[in-house]
């Protein structure tokens, strides 16, 4: 996940009340800094996040630009998903890149009709809102339309690629988005138990081994893992905060490319949001699950940086 850069960007990352309001102030967002700085001076440091983070959109656009075509991306073990079945879906582009399928990168989640929330390892390394562009209502990545343009762009400020915590940024867009926002899991995690099956979707890798390549939209169910499963000396052993959940099985997985997007369950007859697609070791190897950003945990952020528009 991590890759060096020798190109310095500073940012500024504004937090409020500690650790749970921060955003990185980089393309607008003046409303949430306003009302930042009026209520909370603290916790404003000087970040600079060049040297860290995954890339990903970088990866994409150097391949385009050496090749005109794009590296192999896509999820483990699933089938073919219809969008109707997941409404919120989305896909982040490289807006340079005139091909959806070429300028797919990673995927992301509808939560109000102006939000998409993603991984923050998607959009780090100084990635400017115009830079990337989502793509809805489709699970197709054939052509080139249905673009909306990202005007603000929010990364957690204590998202930290060295243990991946914290990965969770969101993106606000130019127009409404016709999808429908998923909503998300309770604080209390009701619903969250051992062998619940959460649904994990996107554009990813379908083999990390084979260059298996679709343009369409893919979802698979994969069973949650406990963290005393998950932080067993044959997985993942002190390397999974609260802030993070693991799911998976041999077989069953996220990877590369499914970044960013939506792992859900159904409660009461609704799907929620619980987790972000955030890292793992490898795609569908045994006692390697996949590692999820722990949505519960950030509800308070998303609403904070949202202005509340986001009705979670
Ligand atoms: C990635 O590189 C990645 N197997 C995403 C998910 C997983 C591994 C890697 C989980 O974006």
Redesign the pocket.
Known sequence: ?SRRTTRPVAYLVTCVLASQFCFTQRTGLAQADSKADQNQGSCRKQYDISAKG?GALQKVIAVWNATGTEQEQRIIGGQPAKIEDNPWQVAILASHVPDNWAAQFCGGSIIAKRWVLTAAHCVDEGTKAADISVLEGTASLKGKKNRVPVDQVAVHCNWNPLNHDSDIALLHVKSDLAGTPIDAIGADETGIVGGVLLRVSGW?LLSITEDIRTDVLYQTEVPYVPKSSCTQNKSYPGEITDNMLCA?REGK???????GGPASIVVNGQRKLVGI????E??GDVNKP??YTRVSIFRPWVKSISANEVKW
């Not at 997985?253 to 970044?259: I, K, L, N, V, Y």
Request: hydrophobic letters at 20%; proline letters at 0%.
């Open positions: 996940m995954s990813g998976g997985d996220t990877c590369t490319g499914d970044s697609v955030s890292w793992g490898g795609c996949g590692v």
